[in-house]
């Protein structure tokens, strides 16, 4: 199996993957660990997300962190000069949600985002923005209006970041790996015990529903992120997760992934192309395979 390298939005892995060190697997792994590839979701009915119903990057990085045998202390609330006080004496911090379309030096883009903090200096913000921006600069204001995050809405809260990272426990990747199975087939059966927004639909469901949205004409946001976010993110969740699973050796599920993943890739140029025939045929295609994948695992 040949292992996709190359860019890609995989922001807080990223972000976690600079915190670490030299002794941070790789993103693909972060990303596995997340729990992120496992199943699909339809927010509120009307907003695709290749991740699981009821997941979010929040979920996903607690996660990760823990079954790498890390921790770290998370911070969030007060005041903009309080979080900016914080942040001034942190250090290097995993910092996010922010809201990306307000970050001053990115030449568009938007949605949630995760960056690495370096320092504060006087009015300045210094950070390794993990979209193609090491040593990104930007006014302490312009930052604290992103970090408020108040379009990203997962969140119930602001200013949040994580610092303090500490190696509590010796494990390997293949045990980290192993490790986060379980969860992942709990996100591939459908969690009941997390909050979501009335008519979000998960897994074959979603992607049937979304099927029928886009034979019905899918609105341009939907469309505009499914482009420029969804399925890229989306893909390589799934394509990472299939490289894991055969380093594994976990040869089926590792199958049914890598499956998924070229079923969702191939949507990509339909999608741009307008040809929504191939799109919603492509959604119907991709539907079983969550299921397959849990049988699999399971």
Same mark, same amino acid.
């Given at each position: $199996?040949?292992?996709?390298?190359?860019?890609?939005?995989y922001?807080?892995?990223?972000s !976690?993957? $600079?915190?670490?060190?030299?002794?941070?697997p790789g993103?693909?792994?972060?990303e596995?660990?997340?729990g992120?590839?496992?199943g699909?979701?339809?927010v509120?009915?009307?907003?695709?997300?290749?991740?699981?119903?009821? #997941?979010?990057?929040?979920?996903?990085?607690?996660a +990760?962190?823990a079954?790498?045998? #890390?921790?770290c &202390?998370?911070?969030?609330?007060?005041?903009?000069?309080e979080?900016?006080? =914080?942040? %001034?004496?942190?250090?290097?911090?995993?910092?996010?949600?922010?809201?990306?379309?307000? !970050?001053?030096y990115?030449?568009?883009?938007?949605?949630?985002?995760?960056?690495?903090?370096?320092?504060?200096?006087?009015?300045?913000?210094?950070?390794?923005?993990?979209?193609?921006h090491?040593?990104?600069?930007l006014?302490a204001?312009?930052f604290l209006?992103?970090?408020?995050? &108040?379009?990203?809405?997962?969140?119930?809260?602001?200013y949040? $970041?994580?610092?303090?990272f500490? =190696?509590?426990?010796?494990?390997s990747?293949e %045990?980290?790996?192993?490790?986060?199975l379980?969860?992942?087939?709990? #996100?591939? &059966?459908g969690?009941?015990?997390?909050?979501v927004?009335?008519?979000?639909?998960g897994? +074959?469901?979603?992607?049937? %529903?979304?099927?029928?949205?886009?034979?019905?004409? !899918?609105a341009?946001?939907?469309?505009?992120?499914?482009v420029?976010?969804?399925?890229?993110?989306?893909? %390589?969740?799934?394509?990472?997760?299939?490289?894991?699973?055969?380093?594994?050796?976990?040869?089926?599920?590792?199958?049914?992934a =890598? &499956?998924q993943?070229?079923?969702l890739?191939? !949507?990509?140029?339909?999608?741009?192309?307008?040809?929504?025939?191939?799109?919603a045929a492509?959604?119907? =295609?991709?539907?079983?395979?969550?299921?397959?994948?849990?049988s699999a695992?399971?």
């Amino acid at each position: $199996m040949l292992t996709y390298t190359g860019s890609g939005p995989y922001c807080y892995a990223n972000s !976690l993957a $600079m915190m670490l060190g030299p002794a941070s697997p790789g993103a693909g792994v972060i990303e596995t660990l997340t729990g992120s590839p496992f199943g699909m979701q339809l927010v509120g009915g009307s907003q695709p997300f290749f991740d699981p119903y009821g #997941w979010d990057p929040e979920l996903g990085l607690d996660a +990760a962190v823990a079954l790498l045998g #890390w921790s770290c &202390e998370r911070s969030h609330g007060g005041t903009a000069e309080e979080a900016l006080e =914080r942040l %001034r004496a942190a250090g290097p911090a995993l910092v996010g949600p922010v809201d990306m379309a307000l !970050l001053s030096y990115t030449p568009g883009g938007g949605g949630d985002h995760y960056v690495v903090v370096l320092a504060v200096e006087g009015d300045t913000v210094v950070l390794h923005d993990p979209h193609g921006h090491p040593f990104a600069t930007l006014p302490a204001t312009d930052f604290l209006a992103a970090w408020r995050a &108040e379009s990203v809405e997962y969140l119930d809260t602001s200013y949040v $970041m994580r610092t303090g990272f500490v =190696r509590v426990r010796d494990t390997s990747v293949e %045990r980290a790996l192993r490790d986060c199975l379980p969860a992942a087939v709990r #996100w591939l &059966e459908g969690r009941d015990d997390l909050p979501v927004p009335p008519g979000t639909l998960g897994g +074959a469901a979603a992607a049937l %529903r979304l099927a029928e949205q886009v034979e019905g004409g !899918l609105a341009g946001q939907a469309r505009g992120m499914l482009v420029h976010f969804g399925v890229r993110v989306g893909v %390589r969740r799934l394509a990472d997760a299939a490289t894991c699973l055969a380093g594994l050796g976990l040869a089926e599920p590792a199958a049914v992934a =890598r &499956e998924q993943a070229r079923v969702l890739g191939a !949507l990509q140029h339909p999608l741009v192309t307008g040809d929504d025939e191939a799109v919603a045929a492509g959604l119907r =295609r991709l539907a079983p395979g969550y299921d397959k994948l849990r049988s699999a695992l399971g």
